[in-house]
């Protein structure tokens, strides 16, 4: 039996199970693609730390600029409300704010995999108490030894369905957890980098 006649006995379950399968995947090659360390935390925070200690904030900010990353925005927009005054502890609520701003970012399309992960297993034992359904009702309108066929194969079909669900839903919450993990520790020390520099300010 080859794959495709063997998701077909499956039945209908089994090609639900295959776009949620599909959408699962894309979301894990986007967040490989996007979930970068590269993307959120800024480059040469050192250099900026020390121009910073050294009360050089005009170069600071001029050299976060040249930065895209997502840090080193608000780094360089906390330096700046500095410069026009804040204190450092208005500074590390804003600091708050803006980390909360950025997780929608950093977690984007992750929760998709979680319901991917847990809707998977009950459309796959969906599908296999509909497929118990029917085997049943047509070994009990079968002759014996025709019955005893129908029954060995209709299970083992209709178990196709739940084995499917439980393949979707294994690698989608795997890779949930991986990536919340990893977002959160990106978070983590993003914001590490940016109370350091904010603890040299003059």
Do not use: C, H
Request: net charge neutral; hydrophobic share 50%.
């Amino acid at each position: 039996m080859d794959l495709i006649s063997f998701l077909q006995k499956g039945g209908v379950s089994v090609y639900i199970l295959l776009i949620l399968s599909i959408v699962s995947w894309a979301v894990i090659v986007e967040r490989l693609l996007n979930l970068r360390k590269g993307k959120f935390l800024p480059k040469g925070i050192q250099e900026v730390s020390t121009l910073v200690a050294r009360g050089d904030l005009e170069a600071a900010i001029k050299l976060l600029s040249l930065d895209l990353s997502e840090g080193a925005k608000i780094l360089q927009s906390l330096l700046e409300k500095y410069k026009e005054g804040k204190d450092r502890e208005l500074l590390l609520k804003n600091l708050e704010f803006e980390l909360s701003l950025l997780v929608p970012k950093l977690e984007r399309n992750i929760p998709l995999l979680s319901a991917i992960a847990s809707l998977s297993p009950l459309v796959g034992l969906l599908g296999t108490i509909i497929g118990l359904i029917k085997v049943f009702s047509a070994f009990s309108a079968a002759e014996m030894n025709q019955g005893l066929n129908l029954l060995s194969m209709g299970i083992s079909e209709a178990l196709i369905s739940a084995a499917t669900g439980l393949t979707v839903a294994i690698p989608s919450l795997l890779a949930y957890w991986l990536f919340k993990i990893y977002a959160n520790s990106i978070l983590d020390e993003l914001e590490g980098q940016i109370v350091q520099v904010l603890r040299v300010l003059k």
